[in-house]
């Protein structure tokens, strides 16, 4: 053995020492070159700016895509563009482009619905597969029993869908949305798209936003009212939407009581005799006659073969005033003399009559300020403020877009609009406003030609009568509730009692009825029902774990489309730019092409009626050809509805992304042109809800739902935020910018003992359903309500990862009971609750 | 010359944008688990301060700028500094050693650490940094759809920040600390 | 045999240390306070070791060998001690850096603004003159008279090491001191206390691992170490008290302060321990000679330092102000594992070194350098 001497341990234990020092010396300095090279990585850019219009919601703003080396990392504003993007869900389109979770190829069911279990397989045996399923369905059943539904993406294209496929039942979400505004509109103006109606941003002084945050969707609105330094704006919400942050002032207000608040304000308006006279005498049937059974008093009631429809008003510019015309009377009263209440009827009977304007006082007088302050938790000192400042500014009430918040948004929006009208404040400049007609074709329409019914498409293909008489069986939802645009809880019943008739094939296209529809039970018991269920979408929505055959579509970075500008009110339109093909591992195809590859499997006449060939099977040859000539037809058309050399069309799209035709023009309707009312008027008093048996007037009704009343029971209101779409709430910053958690006030949350942070657990109190989900205490939300953001939270689909940041929190949806409103049907979002602290 | 920030708090609806764009000066960060533990948020230089009690009220928060900066006073080598050109706050990767002195010197909170390089982070990012010097605006601003934001030389009576600063009531934040922010805020 | 033990010993210490703190290093993450107890360690070792410098220098400085020569010979003990209690403070620094060879940036770069700058200088001077005391006191001591020529460096040296250890408490509690972000460490208070603390844990330091070294001379050392134990504590609670007073009148640096002074660790450690154990032991040790009771004491005494260390540094971060008046950013910092394993392998460095040292440095009075110039 090897005697060491103390000097020689010392020395090659220094030695070890030292090789060690310089190993570990050189091994740091490498992990330190890795980090700074990593930091220091200045690669130059290579930028590239295209403009188009986002698809990540439903607004469709213009925007402008950044490209660094052909990969877009951002986004820009457009100055100048009539609406003009881009919020968070805009801005986070980079991360959806390669997001891993995309959907990269056709999926078929393997497991039981709702397992989430499938297998990839190519697109010619899922559409196979999925051509004769249908087929076997429509021998059955006819081809009502289908059913397409979507959202903004693609909308454009399904009408065609409906010729394709010989339905009616493309029903859309206008139920769980916009539906009851819509009604409203019709029942007021005869025009009903909220796009259609919308404030004059641009120029207004004051705007009263009840059941809209304005903050939360269209970026080409926020742009407008925020460049108007002289607005004014106030929201009166049960929660305090994104644009309270702003100078606006925010007035918490308890849910559902929205339409007490504004009666309370035309009560004010009338009585202290703040309205326009001059507007509502000739602009308005507030003059007009009704008798007591809630009808107009017509020519024909008092003259025998006088007209239905000729409405009476007593002129004060005869002496004494006397029955007229209202298109010829000069100065028709609002207020009628006592001594001239009696009208003698054609049959020698006498009746009193009262105006319109009468009648409306009458009600509104049911809600004084200190009335209204009781039903609404707003004090009364501001009611009347409000109902001052309106009518002094000449303010304008914003119409609304997603209403269907506690199934009476009907009266609500009805009051509304009185109260723009009341203020003389429609088609002016400021006011409330009629958007001008955007002469972008219709995709498919029907016409005659040489003496026999086509349904002809923009670009030129005919469909015989024969083949679409199927599209026009009534629609399962108008069957029941003919008012409203659409109803989509109908189809559920429909598919699961066959009431009205059968539905037993679904097309989910770019849309969640689990995140968008109430009752997620039913949603979920329809889906088990259904023989058919086909999602065409980017991304896993939770309805994909019960559908037969999942399809990845293309996003709107992927394709060319031109589409009107929706949130604009002058005429024009703007175009989607391809700009980028799908990763190499994305086997997506657009949803037009799935639709008609799918009917051309399965129906080969139908589609080749509306110009498709066998040689479009081939994607690419799709695009190159069919989608092209379909782009250019649709310019075409365009131009020549505008007058315009199509070269000068094109080239305006290509460089600027947009053309603008024609600019707002006002003071148009009613005072030059007729609304399409029966009056032709502003219905002030709805001669529409008069023939469908709906209340002419609004009033305050009570939400669907049971309402809250021990001291754990809460009214719980769901909504959105600038980052919150079905889509953009799974990008991965969506995890820092929404919040996933439950907002209660800071007094309820003491009288509970709950803290920021704790684990809470709710109870739909009409349907026991329960969840959990975090507190966030916060004075942005009311007392005796609970705030949660829709469509964001409690994802359950099985193709999210375990740990996705998107399952945290709930879908509220789960604990709503679908109840639809009486007379327009569609749901209500808020529901209430019961709540008990968990940890 | 002399660039500065301004943020409008009257027209700012928190929509995000501002925070997702600048997101794209940190690709390598898009996908991560935690692209910020710093800040338990996105790899962004902006982050929102927000009120619950009372008037909801916001703030964007990022690099002010600062005149008389505490990262530059606070930084041992001379990697945080004031570019003498444009009087914006900028850090010298080659001389960071990583002591993280700017990050705690910073009132604001301005700073974060990137979590794979683990230098210091803050307002310009690396594209913006390149978009500012070819003197285009930064991610933030080209992207507000509500025109709440705006960025240029305040030494230029011309540029649309000045007539705004002259226009509006504007205030800083944590002016009493003098650090001289050049970050606006529209009250 | 004895010498080779403790060197072989040492060296596996101070290699074990680096390699464990070397590998927190390349497993460090984002810590959510930017200085965590890496810092508070840094702090710790700081003050141990220019505490250290301190003691020594009664006697290289201002001559007092004690009535038999006692601190004359320990002193060649006190000094390495003061090296190697140094390398855990460095060690600890360094490897907070993302960068840690590129420090000499610091030097490069060097700004004068900046504390941190400083620090490095003042350590660098540190670093030199105390490895220059090191080789004088292996060489030359204990000598009867200072050889001739040599008294000039020698006053240069431990002079130049007491101003430098003088300059390094200030300027360390000014790294955080000037902090307007952390209003829980604004303000002049730290370089006092740091001032303080050196001593008390220099004292604790030399008292437990010099006992090899002092126990012969017991009694002496017992009122030695005792007195300045003592004395340090006393005015070491008026420091720590006179931080918590500031404190309250500064919301949210009180907002941490408070709960730190209403937790059971700050009595536990701090209270009892760290003043009362420290002040009963040292009291005992002073009165009765007891020199046993001193080791205790200095256990007592690193437990509280390194505890205050922690609510010094890290507490102040975790709630600060927000821009929103009345708001405030909270933050939930946990220490993490390659905090740990930083700290831990860096105080394994410095208990190898001081080992190696032991056992091939002649540290003994007796002992004479035989090998290399300073080797026994």
Known sequence: MVSLTRRDFVKLAGAFAGLALVGGAAYAARTQVQRMALAQKKEPLELQYVRTFCSMCGALCGIEVVLNGGKPIAVRAIDGQPQTGACGRGASLPWLYDNPLRLRKPLKRVGEKGEGKFVEVDWDTALNEIAAKLKAIVEKHGFKSIAITHHDIWSGYMGLFQYLFGTPNRVDHSGSCFGHGTVARRHTFGIEHHRFVDPDYDNANYVLAVGRTISTASMGVVNRVMRNENLRIVVVDPRAPEIAFTSAEWIPIIPGTDAAFLLSLIHIIISERLYDEEFLMRFTNAPFLIKPDGRPLVEADIREGGGTTVYLVMDAAATPPSLADHRRATRPLLLLPEERREVTLKDGSSVRVKTAFELLAERAAKYPPAEASKITGIPKDTIVRIAREFAAYRGVADDTWYAAKNGNEYDVVRALLILNALVGNIDRRGGLVFREDQGFPSFVTERTVEGRRVAETVYGARMPEAMFADRHAPRVDRVKYPENTSTFDVVFDAILKGDPYPIKALFLIGSSPMAREMKTSKVIEAYKNLELLVVIDVLPQDDVDYADYVLPDTIFLERDETTDIKWSLHAATHVQKKMLDPPPDVDARDALWIMFEIARRAFPERAYALGWKDEYADHKRYREEFMKSFEEAVKSRLASNWRMDVAVVRRELDEKGYIMFKPKEFGVRPYRTALPTPSGKVEIYSLRAVTVGMDPLPDQRPPLYTLPKAPNEFYLVNGKSPNVSVHAALMEPMKYLIERSVWMNPKDAERLGIKDGDLIELEGIDTGVKRRARVKVTERVREGVLFTYAQSAGRTSKLLPPDHFAREGINPHHLNDARPAPGTGGNTHNTSVRVRKVM | ?187 | MRGLILAGVGLLLILAGLSIAVAGWFTKSVHLVPWGVMLSAYVFFSLMTAGSSMINSIYTLFGYKGPAGELQNIVKAGVWFSLASALPAWTTILLDLTKPLNSYWLLLGFQPASRIAWMALLYGIYATVLIAELLYVLRYEPAKEVVKGLAAVKLAISLALVIVSLMLYPNLGQVFGVMTSVPGWFGAHMGLLFLIGAFYLGAAGQALFLYPYIKRYGSFFAGFYGRIMIISTALLTVAIAWIFITASHLPIAWVNYEKVLFSAPFWLIQVLLGIMGVAALALLALSRGYLQALPIASIFAIVAAAYMAYYLIVSPQLVLPEVLEGLTRVVDYHIAGDELMVVFGATLVGLGAYSLGMGILPLGAEEKPKRLFILK
Not at chain 2, 12 to 21: H, R, T, V
Not at chain 2, 23 to 42: D, G, I, T, V
Not at chain 2, 75 to 85: F, L, N, Q
Not at chain 2, 162 to 170: A, E, F, N
Request: glycine share 6%; proline share 9%.
């Open chain 2, 1 to 187: 010359m002399r660039l500065a920030y301004l943020w409008d708090s009257r027209k700012c609806i928190a929509c995000g944008a501002c925070i997702i764009n600048c997101a794209a000066n940190y690709p390598e960060l898009r996908f991560e688990k935690e692209p910020n533990p710093m800040w338990k948020w996105l790899g962004a230089n902006i982050r929102r301060v927000i009120r619950e009690k009372g008037k909801p009220e916001l703030r964007l928060l990022s690099c002010q700028h600062c005149e008389n900066a505490p990262c530059v006073t606070a930084c041992p080598t001379g990697a945080s500094y004031i570019e003498p050109e444009t009087g914006l706050v900028k850090l010298n990767k080659d001389k960071c050693i990583g002591c993280k002195s700017c990050i705690v010197a910073c009132p604001y909170g301005a700073r974060w650490l990137h979590p794979k390089t683990m230098y210091p982070e803050k307002c310009p990012g690396p594209v913006c940094e390149q978009l500012i010097a070819r003197g285009e605006e930064p991610l933030c601003v080209a992207v507000c759809p509500a025109e709440a934001r705006d960025f240029g030389d305040i030494d230029d009576p011309q540029s649309s920040i000045s007539q705004k600063i002259k226009r509006h009531r504007v205030s800083r934040m944590l002016e009493h600390l003098g650090t001289e922010p050049k970050y606006f805020v529209v009250r």
